[in-house]
């Protein structure tokens, strides 16, 4: 059999939870054989308090049976000696120990002794000796009187004894019922006190450990010495360690590999971006050329053509200004600014006067406060929210376009809501996807990169944006910047 201390946690439980039930079964047996043993004691402390009282009746009824000679007292004295008989025999037959016995045998003689001089005093009793002289039945009723005279210390010696034992024994029961309790404690504080300094030690390490989890280094092993449940958690808890340590070390790989080829993608587009814009401005102008020197020999199929030519270049040209500027975001290093909202969407607004100048518009600006954010950043986001709504809105009259501000706790949104042609709410994941387009190049000119760019400078301000909006009613275009304060600039 293995020794406490090697047993495992598990074990352990299972073993204190077995143990008050084994410690109810003792205490039940032993409470029983106790009950039973002071059942016995009390038991004869009665049989001698009634042998005391019978011997009393005994010697009254012999007094009278002298005195009287009447046949009743006769029969009565017999019944009384037959049930002392009785005790008699009961008390021996339950009697274990030398010095009660002894005390049993010495008490058996003399009620031997007194029931002979009963016999004797009744033999007197018969007509034909009550001739005799008085005397004689006087000098036997005395003996009897001696015999029941002697006989009763005795007896109320083994009344007084059984009543003692029993006081006795009743004490020596409780003392053993608590040795017992105190035990089976002791035990059980054997038992639980190292596995609850085993648990509280593993616990605090293993929290410890766990804290130190993702605080950058290699973590330290957990090191827990035993054979338990314990030391296998702490194997566990280090196989985790070094399978998060190499996945945080693929991850960290893959980061870098996804990162050098975002850069590399970034600096691929700005270079090619760069290298169009020489040739399709080269095609704009000569497409210029050709239709200023030679419109008079061209005919209006030849001049039509000419214009998809001219269109198209200035579509492309416009497509690599939007690709310059989502590469731009990418690589922008924010600075943050405190600035005033209002003044840079109103600043913004009049640089966009171009496109909503002799046309119907309703702007409303209310009071935005002041945001700490890298103001390159935001402007292009104000700007590309704002162009967006002064385009989709160019067949409404009136237009109405309105900017607003949210104050939310840690963070401030702002929105900008527009009377246009909204869009189909259950495609507004794609409004922010590069070059995806809710409405057709024939419906509204754009290349889908605008709100791309608004996405990625508000995300790198960890922010987040949304877009609310239905077909016909119009949108709301909105993003949330957290509040810094200037100690975290």
Not at 303 to 309: K, M, N, P, Y
Request: hydrophobic share 45%.
């Amino acid at each position: 059999m293995f020794p406490v201390t090697a047993m495992g946690i598990k074990a352990k439980l299972k073993l204190i939870g077995l143990l008050p039930l084994v410690m109810a079964v003792v205490f039940s047996l032993t409470f029983y054989r106790g009950q039973d043993r002071l059942d016995r004691f009390h038991e004869r402390a009665q049989l001698a308090e009634q042998m005391l009282t019978e011997l009393r009746q005994l010697e009254q009824v012999s007094r009278r049976f002298v005195e009287s000679r009447v046949n009743s007292g006769r029969r009565r004295g017999y019944r009384l000696l037959e049930q002392l008989d009785g005790q008699m025999l009961t008390l021996k037959v339950s009697a274990s120990s030398p010095s009660l016995v002894e005390l049993l045998n010495e008490m058996e003689r003399r009620l031997i002794v007194t029931r002979i001089h009963f016999m004797n005093l009744d033999g007197l009793s018969v007509p034909a000796l009550r001739r005799l002289d008085r005397p004689q039945g006087h000098d036997v009723a005395r003996r009897l009187f001696q015999s029941i005279g002697e006989l009763q210390p005795f007896v109320q010696h083994l009344h007084s004894l059984s009543y003692a034992s029993a006081d006795a024994y009743s004490d020596q029961l409780w003392v053993t019922e608590f040795g017992l309790f105190g035990g089976s404690a002791v035990v059980v504080l054997l038992l639980t006190h190292p596995m609850l300094k085993r648990v509280a030690t593993a616990i605090q390490a293993l929290s410890l450990k766990t804290q130190k989890v993702g605080g950058g280094g290699a973590p330290e092993g957990l090191v827990l010495a035993g054979e338990d449940e314990f030391a296998q958690l702490a194997s566990d808890f280090n196989r985790m360690l070094q399978r998060l340590a190499e996945a945080e070390q693929a991850r960290e790989r893959r980061a870098r590999e996804l990162e050098e080829a975002v850069k590399d993608l970034e600096n691929f587009s700005y270079s090619v971006s760069h290298d169009l814009r020489a040739p399709l401005r080269a095609i704009d102008g000569f497409i210029g050329i050709l239709q200023e020197d030679y419109a008079v020999s061209l005919d209006d199929e030849g001049r039509r053509l000419f214009a998809v030519v001219s269109d198209n270049a200035k579509r492309m040209e416009r497509l690599i200004d939007d690709i310059l500027a989502l590469s731009r975001a990418g690589r922008l290093d924010l600075d943050q600014l405190e600035i005033d909202m209002t003044d840079l969407v109103e600043e913004v607004w009049a640089s966009l006067s171009d496109e909503w100048s002799g046309r119907p518009v309703h702007f409303a600006c209310g009071q935005l406060g002041a945001q700490r954010c890298d103001p390159r950043a935001i402007r292009q986001v104000w700007q590309n929210l704002l162009a967006n709504a002064v385009k989709f809105t160019r067949d409404r009259d009136p237009a109405v376009i309105e900017v607003s501000v949210e104050r939310l706790p840690g963070a401030v949104r702002y929105s900008v809501k527009d009377n246009g042609a909204g869009f189909d709410p259950a495609y507004s994941n794609k409004l922010f996807g590069l070059f995806l387009r809710l409405h057709g190049a024939d419906e509204f000119e754009g290349a889908g990169v605008g709100l791309a760019i608004v996405k990625r400078f508000v995300e790198k301000h960890q922010g987040h944006v949304e877009a609310r909006g239905a077909v016909g009613e119009g949108a709301a275009f909105s993003f949330t910047l957290p509040t810094i304060s200037a100690d975290h600039s």
